[in-house]
């Protein structure tokens, strides 16, 4: 099967898998970014913020998504009652000598070849929608060389067993009370918040969707001095089984909110705030503690430790100039809140982490659909230099709760993981939703722990091209990956082991059929 597969389709890799009209923009489909990119070219509603997502397909123009077939159009009946088909989709991914990839959902990190399909059906009578679209994953869960074995007890196991993986999951369905601009729902979606393209730093689809429920604006709301878009979720993260001894075998409930703010005076710009609570099922709780968003962000007013319950926020940026075709942007979070006001003054360094990038596209035609893309993205979440006077610990990890900020065994934030810092530079060609581009990475793996351990850095230099590609109804998507990995698992430094530098090819493939 893997030689077949490796044959097959070196040089491609699926990132995408299509939604439905008057249902939402699934998180990282080609759908997405183009709608993203066609903002940058003033063809779609600039108050639109991408820093809450999945979008709801109804604040986008239906010409822009009929007319270049991002939705598929494949149902009966009108406006108010209506039935339809999504899309078959399915993702196939290679890695020849260890784990790597991340924003890809239900898959997994694993060495050697997996896949996963999806498929649905969507419906809406009046004001109910009900989206069914699960999703299945199979891994050969090949065994690989694990060199270091240190680690606290986070949830973020380097191999899920021993055994093939299989998993049927609810995937990107949901059920929503669409009430005007604001929806009401229970959900298992893949959710994004923040304007970061790869790394998100509270909420991205690197891991498997949770069931949750969902308040939410389904549009830009007006408000006199702009507009605002926001969603509030109560959900349920659960462990992958395989973590380390001693950490608890229990669900965990998570509170979480992010707030996107455009103000009228100052078009294309968007601020926001994101903020999460997590605690473990069993710990007692009243009706504050169900919602704890709205407490202050003080340690010295809160009661964490009392209550077993660890927090992260952060504050972002995305300014969208359309008559420059461009964006910036950056996200700027902590994970263990300052005691006071004077603390935070005193050391703001003290456990941040931050993601910082820009897009630009250059027309090559009359039409704007047909660019060339230029971006660049940084996100570093190691300690700053303030560890060597008070230690914050490994983004995503804390005491009160040991499986850190997780669900089923993946990071619920940016793919890179705890401590992690990257850099990616990305040079693409598009017409439409074809895409043909390259890219350069620079992956620095878990600096904190390489701190901790005396070693040297763990470091990859990934060098790649892909291409998305429509023909009729079908869409191809593809990704080829030569990434150098040196010090493998952080093997050299004081402890007196041996430079280990290894090769992985990441290869992912994908086809969508769209009725």
């Not at 093939?164 to 009430?179: E, F, R």
């Not at 069993?282 to 704890?292: A, H, I, V």
């Not at 340690?299 to 008559?323: C, G, H, I, P, Y």
């Not at 010090?487 to 769209?514: C, H, S």
């Amino acid at each position: 099967m893997e030689r077949f597969f490796i044959r097959f389709c070196v040089g491609f890799t699926l990132i995408i898998s299509y939604p439905c009209y008057a249902q939402s923009i699934q998180v990282g489909s080609v759908a997405e970014d183009f709608l993203r990119r066609g903002q940058l070219s003033g063809e779609v509603d600039s108050n639109i913020s991408f820093t809450v997502r999945p979008i709801p397909a109804l604040t986008i123009s239906e010409s822009i998504l009929t007319g270049h077939d991002t939705i598929s159009t494949a149902y009966w009946g009108g406006d108010k009652i209506r039935f339809g088909l999504l899309p078959v989709s399915i993702q196939q991914q290679y890695n020849s000598h260890h784990p790597y990839g991340w924003n890809d959902g239900l898959m997994m990190p694993a060495k050697g070849y997996q896949s996963m399909f999806s498929a649905g059906v969507f419906a809406k009578f009046y004001f109910l929608s009900i989206q069914i679209r699960p999703e299945f994953v199979y891994a050969a869960n090949n065994s690989f060389q694990e060199v270091s074995t240190v680690g606290g007890p986070t949830d973020l196991p380097n191999r899920f067993g021993d055994k093939a993986y299989k998993k049927l999951a609810w995937g990107q369905s949901n059920i929503k009370l669409n009430l005007g601009p604001i929806a009401v729902g229970l959900s298992n979606e893949n959710l994004w918040w923040g304007p970061g393209m790869r790394n998100s730093l509270l909420m991205s689809n690197t891991a498997p969707g949770f069931k949750h429920l969902s308040l939410n604006t389904a549009k830009p709301v007006a408000i006199g001095i702009g507009n605002i878009e926001a969603q509030i979720v109560a959900g349920k993260l659960e462990g992958s089984g395989f973590t380390a001894a001693g950490t608890p075998d229990d669900w965990r409930y998570l509170s979480a909110m992010v707030v996107s703010y455009n103000p009228k005076w100052v078009p294309g710009l968007f601020v926001g705030l994101t903020r999460s609570f997590q605690q473990y099922s069993k710990e007692e709780r009243n009706f504050s503690d169900y919602f704890p968003l709205f407490q202050s962000f003080q340690k010295k007013n809160t009661k964490e430790d009392e209550v077993e319950r660890d927090q992260l926020t952060s504050v972002f940026l995305r300014w969208m100039m359309a008559k420059s075709k461009a964006e910036v942007y950056f996200e700027y979070g902590l994970n263990d809140h300052s005691y006071n006001i004077r603390d935070f003054l005193l050391a703001p360094e003290h456990s941040r982490a931050y993601t910082i990038g820009f897009r630009k596209l250059v027309p090559l035609a009359k039409r704007d659909w047909d660019h060339l893309s230029i971006s660049f993205e940084l996100t570093h979440m190691e300690q700053s230099i303030d560890r060597t006077i008070r230690e914050a610990g490994e983004w995503y990890t804390h005491g009160q709760v040991l499986h850190g900020y997780t669900n089923r065994g993946q990071a619920l934030g940016a793919g890179i993981g705890p401590g992690g810092n990257f850099q990616s530079l990305n040079v693409s060609w598009y017409k439409g939703l074809k895409r043909i581009g390259i890219q350069i990475e620079r992956y620095e793996h878990n600096g904190d722990l390489a701190n901790s351990m005396g070693r040297g850095q763990w470091v990859d230099f990934v060098m790649g091209t892909g291409i998305d590609w429509t023909y009729k109804k079908f869409l191809l998507s593809g990704k080829l990956q030569g990434i150098e990995s040196n010090n493998y698992q952080w093997n050299t430094g004081k402890g007196g082991t041996t430079e280990l530098n290894v090769f992985n090819l990441n290869i992912q493939l994908g086809l969508t059929y769209r009725f």
